[in-house]
C-alpha cells in the first residue's frame, strides 16, 4: 500500500535511512513540505508508530474533482480590469488539476505528477475539465504565466500522494497563485496533510485558491479537503441569476467557509454549459493574478473580503459574499489617490 508521512522538522538522508528496518521502500521525496511517499505493507504498518521522528502518516487516498455536470454568468465585468492595466503580467499560476489541453493557449510548463503517459486532459465523465479552468483563467488575466500541473492518473483517479507532488513543485517553484478545483467528501483531521501544505504556499507569500465543493443540493455542513483548510481561500458558487447555486456547498456555523463566491456557470464554445465551484474557484485565482503584479496577495485577499456583496444569506454558505470587482478597483483608486496603497 502506499503511504506518506510526514517528518518532524527537516527530511535528512539520516532520516530516509531510519526506515531501512520498518519495510517501507521509499518513492519520492517532497523536500519543500518535509513529506515522503513510499510503499508498505499492511502488516509493518505498526513499526511506523515507533519512529519518534514521524509527525504523522496517511494512506493514499482518491479526490475527485469539484464539476457538476467560455462564456462566464453573471457577468461580473473581469475586462474592467484590463481597461485598468491588471494585466497579471509575470505572475506564476498553477493549475493542479486533470491536465491541460493548450489549444489556443501559451503554457509556460505542463507538468504531470502520475503514471500518465502525456499531460492531455484526462477529464471527467467524457468532459474536459483542467482545459476549461486554464481557459477561466486566460481570460481574465491573459498576461500571467500559467503552469498545469497534472494530477489525474491513467485510470482517470487523482490520489493524494500526487497533490503532495504538485504542491511540493509549486512550492519549490515560487508560484504565487495555486488553483485548487479538486477535493475529497468528508471533514479533515486536523493533521491532514494536503490541508496543512498548503501553509507552505503562504509562507512564500503566494495563496491557495481551492473549490468549496458540490454538495449543496444536500444540506448544509458537507466539507471537504482542501477546502476546509484554513491556509486556503475557499470558492463557491453563484448562478445566472447572482444567487447561491444549489449545488454550492454550505459550510457549518462554525466552520469559515466558504469565504467568498463567483460565478460557477460557464459555457465553451462549440460545447454545452456546465457549472460548478470548480469554475468560480479560477475566476478567484485570476482576479488575484491580474493584480498580484501591482500589490501583494495579502492586501488582494482582503480587498476580495472587504469589497464583496453580500446577498443577504448566513454567512457560512456565503462567506463574505459575491466578488465586486468593480468595488475592488474603486478602492484602489482611491487609496491611489490618498497615497495608501499596499
Not at 50 to 79: C, R, W
Not at 170 to 184: A, E, F, M, R, T
Not at 324 to 333: A, S, T
Request: proline share 3%; aromatic share 6%.
Amino acid at each position: 500500500m502506499l503511504i506518506l508521512v510526514k517528518i518532524k522538522g527537516k527530511l535528512t538522508d539520516k532520516i530516509i535511512n531510519s526506515f531501512k528496518d520498518t519495510g517501507f521502500s521509499l518513492i519520492s521525496r517532497l523536500t519543500n513540505l518535509d513529506i515522503i511517499i513510499g510503499e508498505i505493507e499492511e502488516q509493518n504498518l505498526a513499526r511506523m508508530n515507533s519512529l519518534d521522528f514521524i509527525h504523522t502518516y496517511e494512506l493514499d487516498e482518491v479526490y475527485e474533482i469539484q464539476a457538476v455536470n467560455i462564456t462566464m454568468m453573471p457577468n461580473l465585468k473581469p475586462g474592467s480590469l484590463l481597461k485598468h492595466e491588471f494585466f497579471g503580467a509575470n505572475v506564476k499560476v498553477a493549475v493542479i488539476d486533470t491536465g491541460v489541453n493548450a489549444y489556443n493557449l501559451k503554457l509556460e510548463g505542463n507538468h504531470v505528477f502520475t503514471d500518465a503517459l502525456d499531460a492531455s486532459d484526462a477529464g471527467t465523465n467524457g468532459r474536459l475539465h483542467g482545459t476549461y479552468v486554464a481557459h477561466i483563467i486566460k481570460k481574465i488575466a491573459p498576461w500571467c504565466k500559467l503552469y498545469s500541473l497534472k494530477v489525474a492518473n491513467s485510470q482517470g483517479e487523482i490520489l493524494k500522494s500526487a497533490i503532495l507532488q504538485a504542491i511540493d513543485w509549486c512550492v519549490g517553484n515560487d508560484i504565487s497563485v495555486v488553483n485548487i478545483s479538486l477535493g475529497k467528501r468528508g471533514d479533515c483531521k486536523p493533521t491532514c496533510l494536503v490541508c496543512n501544505s498548503l501553509s507552505r504556499i503562504k509562507e512564500r507569500k503566494g495563496i491557495a485558491v481551492v473549490a468549496m465543493g458540490n454538495f449543496g443540493r444536500e444540506g448544509e455542513g458537507i466539507l471537504s479537503c482542501p477546502a476546509s483548510s484554513q491556509y486556503a481561500l475557499t470558492v463557491g458558487a453563484v448562478n445566472q441569476y447572482r444567487q447561491l447555486a444549489d449545488y454550492s456547498s454550505k459550510g457549518r456555523p462554525d466552520s469559515n467557509k466558504p469565504d467568498i463566491l463567483a460565478p460557477g456557470w460557464i459555457q465553451m464554445t462549440g460545447d454545452k454549459e456546465i457549472e460548478g465551484t470548480s469554475f468560480a474557484a479560477p475566476f478567484i485565482s485570476a482576479v488575484i493574478a491580474c493584480l498580484a503584479s501591482n500589490y501583494c496577495i495579502d492586501y488582494i485577499s482582503n480587498l476580495l473580503i472587504t469589497t464583496a456583496t453580500d446577498l443577504k444569506i448566513p454567512v457560512h454558505h456565503q462567506g463574505s459574499g459575491l466578488i465586486n470587482i468593480e468595488n475592488m478597483l474603486g478602492v484602489i483608486r482611491d487609496e491611489k489617490n490618498t497615497g495608501t496603497n499596499s
